[in-house]
């Protein structure tokens, strides 16, 4: 059984940094498209970024273009997101979900593609 599990939120003073991992158990994640998505209150879920099963390809929402960078590592079966140059509108809680074929690493993938989640990882930045 598919199963994601999100870590590495926090409290993070507004140019800060934070890095979050998704570690990935239950499935062949190497044949997976890995996605990051966030949600503020209020809001939509929306895709931050995306990385292709071999890693060789990546993709970014335009707000976080340049600040963001996400990278994986198929051995140890985990996908990180380093986040700098936090900006207070990036406060949200952030989930990873994990698409096989036809699946691809490209924008404007849905939220409502996706029927497993983990229980997300908050992020606040905040002076």
């Known amino acids: 059984q598919l199963r994601l599990v999100e870590s590495g939120g926090g409290l993070v003073q507004p140019g800060g940094s934070l890095k979050l991992s998704c570690a990935a158990s239950?499935?062949?994640?190497?044949?997976?498209?890995i996605y990051w998505f966030r949600q503020a209150p209020g809001k939509e879920r929306e895709g931050v970024s995306c990385?292709?099963?071999?890693?060789?390809?990546?993709n970014y929402a335009d707000s976080v273009k340049g600040r963001f960078t996400i990278s994986r590592d198929n051995a140890k079966g985990t996908v990180d997101l380093q986040m700098n140059s936090l900006k207070p509108e990036d406060t949200a809680v952030y989930y990873c979900?994990?698409?096989?074929?036809?699946?691809?690493?490209?924008?404007?993938?849905?939220?409502?593609?996706?029927?497993?989640w983990g229980q997300g990882t908050q992020v606040t930045v905040s002076s």
């Open positions: 979900a994990a698409g096989r074929t036809p699946f691809m690493c490209v924008a404007g993938v849905s939220a409502r593609d996706f029927s497993s």
């Open positions: 239950g499935f062949a994640f190497y044949d997976y498209v």
């Open positions: 990385i292709n099963k071999s890693g060789g390809n990546t």
